[in-house]
């Protein structure tokens, strides 16, 4: 057993090198309470790929806006008596090893959890902490059974299944992997110790390489760092959910049934892409008898205590600070306190949540479009007070309540050489082609890919909208999306992907109203049923598809309109599927389809919400 001894009085331990099952030994510093006895003492630990002594975006409160220093973070804990370990993951910073991303967490966190509590200092008790990748290593641990694992915070991140939320999604790759690898891999050891690699990475244009899709390995912006090309390819290129997927770093859901009862607390936003894996852990671990929370923000990835996401202003109610009555940092103190110590805290709601919504929709002094909103509490997800309601597609383009009567359909050519561009949605790590956030979907100048700038989306041919009459009443929807289509294609495969968007109508500072993306999601026809193998489409074949879109909150008001927008690309943050062949998802033939969505009483189109009274 490896032992990091404390000399007597001293407040921290630096680049201690852990010892892990293999013999690779991991960067740990280990900051100690000096207000509060001689120990041992609970532990919190925070496992990061980003530099341990680096001070994190996201560690900052509404009244402290600078971003905190890694040593003013642990002091706030262990000023609160706890003692915080911060490690670097293997193969990053000051940790040796071979750095392949995601893969080896478990393992990794076990052995960590495991050493710590070896410890003197350590009371038997280990909590997690982190965002992000720092969320992934927990959930990943925690699939292992650590029996010193006490209580785990899970912000933005901690995969349920990387599969479907935060690698791929829909059969689809989310190409923010391909913007992580590239910039993490200017900052690697490899471009470090090797000074014409990272001169060929520093005079890449990554907007032009994604203009040149589809790559091969050993010709792609990343063939200078092979480690960070390999990793990359064997995402894009495990298209089907098979035994690459299920390990327990990236697919909790298939270990919740397993995992000790350790608290927990999921924390995400309507606009960062890990709003599923917040869902899906938290009713995953609940329906299995685990003590779980459930937080969503209408923010960005980390941004919890801003006001506005992209384009849009949510008002200063739809803060952290304002949804639990106190600032993240603190939060986290008295969770831990909770759960390890004993302190008798408050009662907190199980579940609560933002819904957006009830703004005037007036340009803010700031540029944005005001939307506001307020905070709930539930029980549950989807909140117990709502109920299933079915919006029906109909073939010229309305939505409604009531099924179509008429047998009807709508088409439109799909070019894999001109996708539709993102704007927005729940996207991190997207520099230098996309970011996150609400915005009107029209394209300007700075979306990349766009072709008219000043267009809205809708107005593309590729582009079908279905959109409900100007609501005579309020709707309010809180809980889980998806779209149900039946559809036709003269291809073997290709995608078909959706956005809900609240239609505001024209005011002053926005003439031609505000069309608002709520959220959005993408199917690759080939996983039709499932994910595990795939079906080519048959040319004569209707089939029925169901999207899943992630899930939102949101208050449509009167005068507005509910709205989907139905197409077969959403680029960069999906890749683009080739219409070529099935699972060729980086084919250099790209095709054009021909693509089609049927409506009428033998094929109900619909989407699905869950709807307040």
């Known amino acids: 057993m490896s032992v990091a001894r404390r000399k007597p009085d001293a407040d921290a331990l630096r680049d201690i090198m852990v010892p892990m099952r293999d013999g690779v030994r991991l960067a740990t510093d280990v900051f100690f309470p000096q207000k509060a006895g001689h120990g041992p003492w ?8 980003y530099d341990k002594r680096a001070a994190r975006v996201n560690e900052y409160t509404l009244d402290h806006p600078e971003v905190f220093g890694r040593e003013e973070l642990a002091r706030f804990f262990t000023d609160a008596g706890f003692v915080v370990v911060f490690q670097d993951c293997r193969g990053r910073y000051g940790s040796e090893g071979r750095f392949t991303k995601y893969r080896g967490e478990a393992e990794d966190g076990f052995d960590t959890i495991g050493w710590i509590a070896d410890q003197s200092w350590c009371d038997g008790q280990v909590a997690t902490m982190g965002m992000s990748y720092s969320a992934h290593t927990q959930m990943a641990a925690a699939c292992l059974n650590p029996p010193a694992l006490a209580a785990m915070i899970c912000d933005c991140g901690g995969f349920s299944n990387a599969y479907q939320g935060g690698i791929r999604f829909g059969g689809a790759l989310e190409l923010k992997q391909v913007t992580w690898a590239f910039r993490h891999a200017l900052r690697s050891r490899a471009a470090a110790a090797d000074p014409v690699a990272k001169a060929a990475l520093e005079a890449t244009d990554l907007r032009d390489w994604m203009q040149r899709l589809p790559w091969a390995e050993g010709q792609s912006p990343l063939t200078p760092i092979p480690d960070y090309e390999r990793f990359l390819f064997e995402q894009w290129t495990n298209g089907t959910f098979d035994d690459y997927w299920k390990i327990p770093a990236l697919y909790a859901a298939g270990w919740h049934h397993s995992m000790r009862q350790v608290p927990s607390v999921h924390i995400s936003g309507w606009y960062d892409p890990y709003a599923v894996t917040a869902v899906e852990n938290f009713t995953g671990l609940r329906a299995h008898g685990h003590d779980t929370a459930l937080i969503l923000g209408p923010w960005t990835h980390g941004n919890r205590s801003r006001c506005y996401a992209g384009d849009v202003d949510f008002g200063e109610a739809c803060t952290f600070e304002a949804g639990t009555g106190q600032d993240f940092v603190r939060f986290r103190i008295d969770t831990f306190r909770r759960h390890l110590t004993g302190a008798d805290m408050p009662a907190a709601p199980r579940v609560r949540y933002f819904v957006m919504g009830g703004g005037d929709g007036r340009r803010t002094d700031a540029g944005r479009m005001f939307h506001g909103g307020a905070w709930h509490v539930a029980q549950s997800w989807p909140p117990e007070n709502t109920s299933p309601v079915n919006l029906y597609l109909t073939s010229e383009g309305s939505l409604s309540e009531t099924p179509p009567a008429a047998p009807g359909s709508r088409s439109f050519v799909f070019d894999p050489a001109n ?17 996150g956030g609400a915005f009107d979907q029209r394209e300007t100048d700075d979306v990349f890919g766009a072709t008219k700038p000043g267009m809205p989306l809708a107005s593309r041919p590729d582009v079908l909208v279905f959109e409900t009459a100007p609501l005579t009443r309020a709707v309010t929807i809180a809980g889980n999306v998806a779209l149900r289509l039946f559809v036709t294609s003269d291809r073997p495969t290709t995608d078909f992907t959706a956005k809900l968007v609240d239609v505001y109508p024209p005011n002053p500072d926005y003439p031609h109203g505000y069309a608002m993306n709520l959220t959005d999601g993408i199917l690759r026809s080939c996983y039709r049923d499932g994910f595990e193998r795939t079906r080519a489409l048959d040319p004569d074949e ?13 208050r449509f008001e009167v005068g507005h309109r509910i709205r989907i927008e139905v197409s077969s690309s959403n680029f960069p943050r999906f890749d683009v599927n080739p219409n070529h062949a099935v699972g060729d998802d980086l084919s250099p033939v790209r095709c054009r389809a021909l693509n089609s969505v049927l409506a009428g009483p033998d094929h109900l189109s619909c989407l699905q919400l869950d709807v307040q009274p």
């Open 419 to 435: 996708p539709v561009p993102t704007i927005g949605g729940p996207i991190t790590s997207g520099a230098p082609l996309m970011v």
């Open 42 to 49: 609970p532990v919190v630990l925070e496992r990061t790929p």
């Open 542 to 554: 209707v089939a029925e598809l169901t999207l899943r879109l992630y899930p939102t909150a949101n």
